[in-house]
């Protein structure tokens, strides 16, 4: 798990924080007429790694790709080996399904906790997957944020049924319309920016920081949602912190079922 030194990270920092890690996986040299980067691109679409090419006058090296982060060499890797990940790569961009003992040296740097995606039925997926995660464990918190409590009226039977299984809920909302009734759940109808353009779903775990998990996207003209999820306990406590100071205080217009 990765440190974190501020107390709390606000919602679209948190977006920028994750996107700004983003990994490099250069291609050195690779033959002019093959595909192997767009094929890298598909498998590795939600994960945070940018795929480029470059040829060097020499031409050395030859063949080899190098994948770092802003700061250092995480791993090299002959693209012959890149070819035979994707050759052994189970259906479906992205999925993990190969063994760790092949590939090890370079998955461990991918295989992290963080993803991205413009993709909004990705991101919707994602958010679902974490809803389900807090029915599963059947106590913690969630906290979602909706964006307009005119949406989070459409999803009240989600959140009455995990206040029904032990979930404590706190959902957020512009109050565009009134506040729905979610039982023993917290409604905060707040007129912020980040409430009106920032959709999330940030579950604690239920004391089990194994299960933590946020996803946070943002909403914008030219490309529609961009969004960060992450399995990452570290990162899910800033996002918590952040919402606990920012909306957890008595001045916050938050409404509960009795």
Known sequence: MESYSDASMGLRDSIEYIRHREKELRLFNVGSTERIDEELRAYFETLNVRI????????????????????EVLALVDVAS?????????????????????????????????????????????????EDRARRVGQGTIHAGFQQCSVMAEQRSVYTDLTRRGVAVHAYGVPDATPPDLGSGHVHAVSTAEIAETWFVVFDGGGDDTQKTALIARESDDIGFYGVWTYDPGFANLTLAHLDQTYGSATDDMLSGP
């Open 82 to 130: 890149l070819r035979e990940l994707l050759e052994d790569a189970p259906t479906g961009a992205g999925q993990f399904g190969i063994t760790d003992g092949e590939y090890g040296d370079f998955l461990r740097h991918l295989k992290e906790t963080s993803f991205t995606s413009y993709d909004t039925e990705q991101l919707l997926y994602a958010s679902r997957e974490i």
């Open 52 to 71: 480029t090419v470059s040829r060097t006058t020499s031409g050395k090296p030859e063949g080899v790709a190098v994948l770092s982060n802003a700061t």
